[in-house]
């Protein structure tokens, strides 16, 4: 069984701090203050909860410990659910957005001083079974209190659930022949004579000497330095015969690294870093090493949770230690804008940062404080480089024509038709978060963002999100029933594709190809250049393969590390499509038998996603994406005939040293 009742960690800026929202971008993570008027002290208890399938029954006892009434209260949480308002007992739902939740109390009531009041609702659609799903950010507000003041959740025993834990292979040093490296390489063939390399590496100073800085700061006990190529005992030697990121590596007295290019002798250059940092003894031989696909991705959502951009670093050096190639950035959603579009400076002063009387309500926990950041242009641009440095492309996602309620906040006179009364309720419980594909204001918008995003991220790719858009949407707008009209479209999905194949000329003009989940799709608009991110199952990656567009396969049930790693209440992350441990994350193939020969040629490669709604920390990032992320790198990199699950995890054993010398709070092995 598991306690819960902890005060989580947030990124804010008190209320009262003096510091302008304008000119702040973002604030180091401190402990959320508990904001008291007078004595005063609130606590907040669950008396009772009984879960279903998928729904669940709380009660709760507020207690008002101090000598001061509370008059026409408010009591504001984040919880999993949506709430059935006519469920709820003992107090008024007055409203809920998303995770945010708003309770008052009845007929104007005053909670007097060491009163309790007891209430309680219906949430509908999840269950309330584990650590993540308990209310968090608990405050309250009333007409006599000059600020809302933080509530004491009282610890809660959750009930137990029974699980079978996935057991860890014992060491077993049979399985460490070859080498330690992950992902494991293509073909290796060593002797038994020792690698001995000295503590001082001599770095070949060739047109590709500036490698020699990036290889260096992985090497946990070596040193490098710049030598001519007589001296060297790193040398670089160029092979056209060599795919681009193809490598061959011969360790000996003298290691020569051949490859076609720069990302071939980087990830040449990896995998003898690693060799390095490996606590058991190399041998001499030599290694052929190529990916089994092209695209070798891993998505960060910093919008439900801002992630600062020393974390963002850290984690592309794990991304190209590990050889994955693409870091797809999620910068855009219902909760926060987190990119500076100079055309449109609201976004951020409006939308970046979330709280009480803020555009954006308190989400996810976030509590009453100003809480956020955002990425300058200049930020972006840092981070741009440091990843093109280390083979690494980035795809930004700007998120539409679902998943704008920050943009909508934002940008309102642009982007709203007051005559538009459809009623929509989305996946994540908005009302209000879909732009509008008739109105000339969203093509002003989208076409301003896309030119600036454009010129920010020079890799080929931009993704423009295209899920859930929820049903019920643009049905009762009649700009959207004129624009159906004038098109002659049937469906009023036909918008979306209207709207989507609109950025993707635009997209495509500016040199760039439009990425999209897979219900970029519906509307059946877009060219076949498009390129298809399948995550909600196997099945629609597949379809879509099979009709000749490029897939890139990322179903939640196998890749999505928000994922908790087993069902038990004390394990943190979300089950909405599974569990997911480590095994089945390594385990998990894209080649389905459905797939055609023509699918599986358009098969990119995989990608491997954490979502941050209930991480808020970077110490719980780290325990949701490692280890897990090491199996995603050899599922991505290594042919499904030379992996082997007892194998890898000798090798993660081995990485662990590392991962510590890195500062990675991995979950334990």
């Not at 005060?7 to 701090?17: A, G, R």
């Not at 003992?90 to 001083?113: C, I, K, M, W």
């Amino acid at each position: 069984m598991l306690v819960c009742g902890f005060q989580p960690h947030f990124i804010l800026v008190s209320v009262d701090s003096g510091i302008s929202l304008d000119t702040l971008k973002a604030v180091k993570p401190i402990k959320q203050p508990i904001i008291r008027e007078l004595a005063m002290a609130l606590t907040l208890t669950i008396t009772e909860l009984n879960n279903l399938d998928s729904a669940y029954n709380i009660c709760f006892e507020l207690y008002n410990d101090s000598e001061q009434p509370l008059h026409n209260w408010r009591l504001h949480l984040s919880l999993v659910g949506l709430i059935n308002a006519s469920s709820c007992h003992g107090a008024t739902f007055v409203r809920q957005d998303g995770s945010y939740l708003a309770l008052q109390s009845q007929t104007g009531a005053t909670l007097e001083a060491k009163q309790t009041l007891a209430f309680g609702f219906t949430g509908e659609k999840l269950a309330m079974k584990k650590v993540t799903d308990m209310p968090i950010g608990c405050y309250l507000s009333a007409d006599n209190i000059e600020q809302p003041i933080m509530l004491e959740l009282v610890p809660f025993t959750l009930p137990s659930i029974a699980v079978n834990p996935l057991l860890m292979p014992e060491r077993n040093n049979d399985y460490l022949s070859d080498v330690a490296i992950i992902p494991r390489p293509a073909d290796i063939n060593l002797n038994q004579t020792p690698l001995k390399l000295p503590q001082q590496l001599l770095f070949d100073d060739n047109d590709f000497g500036h490698l020699a800085t990036l290889f260096s700061a992985q090497l946990k006990q070596h040193d490098v330095s710049l030598a001519s190529a007589r001296s060297a005992n790193i040398r670089l030697q160029l092979d056209p015969s060599l795919p681009c990121e193809a490598y061959r590596l011969c360790l000996d007295d003298v290691v020569v690294i051949s490859a076609s290019g720069e990302q071939g002798f980087a990830y040449g250059l990896t995998s003898l870093a690693q060799c390095l940092n490996s606590s058991t003894a190399q041998r001499k031989g030599v290694i052929n090493d190529y990916p089994r696909f092209t695209y070798r991705g891993f998505m960060l959502d910093c919008v439900r949770h801002f992630r600062s951009v020393e974390k963002i670093k850290q984690l592309i050096d794990q991304l190209a230690y590990y050889k994955f190639n693409t870091l797809h950035w999620h910068l855009t959603d219902d909760e926060a804008w987190r990119l500076e579009i100079k055309a449109f400076p609201q976004l951020t002063k409006q939308t970046a940062f979330r709280g009480h009387d803020q555009a954006i309500e308190a989400q996810f926990g976030s509590g009453p404080a100003p809480y956020g950041g955002y990425y300058s242009q200049q930020d972006v641009k840092d981070v741009v480089s440091y990843a093109q440095q280390r083979q690494i492309t980035i795809i930004p996602e700007i998120d539409i024509p679902g998943h704008c309620r920050a943009a909508l906040k934002a940008l309102p006179e642009l982007l709203i038709e007051p005559a538009d009364t459809s009623n929509y309720l989305s996946v994540q419980f908005y009302h209000d978060n879909v732009l509008n594909p008739a109105l000339e204001g969203t093509y002003q918008f989208i076409d301003a963002v896309i030119q600036e995003v454009c010129a920010l991220f020079p890799g080929p790719y931009v993704h423009v999100g295209a899920d859930e858009v929820p049903k019920g949407v643009w049905q009762d707008s009649p700009a959207c029933q004129e624009k159906m009209q004038a098109q002659g479209y049937q469906d009023i999905r036909e918008l979306q594709g209207y709207l989507l194949r609109h950025v993707q000329d635009n997209l495509r003009q500016q040199g760039k190809t439009l990425l999209g989940w897979e219900e970029a799709l519906d509307g059946d608009k877009l060219a076949q250049d498009a390129i298809i991110c399948a995550w909600n199952g196997t099945q629609n990656g597949i379809s879509a393969a099979n009709k000749g567009y490029k897939v890139i396969m990322t179903p939640a049930h196998y890749t999505y590390l928000d994922m908790a790693y087993d069902n038990s209440e004390s394990e943190p992350g979300t089950t909405w499509a599974s569990a997911l441990n480590l095994q089945q994350c390594y385990e998990y193939d894209v080649f389905d038998a459905e797939l055609t020969a023509t699918g599986k040629d358009n098969i990119l490669g995989m990608q491997y996603a954490i979502w941050t709604e209930f991480i808020n920390t970077d110490k719980q990032l780290d325990y949701m994406v490692f280890p897990r992320l090491l199996a995603g790198a050899e599922n991505a990199w290594t042919g499904r005939s030379n992996k082997n699950w007892q194998g890898f995890v000798q090798r993660l054993y081995l990485q662990q040293d590392y991962l510590d010398w890195q500062g990675i709070q991995y979950r334990p092995l």
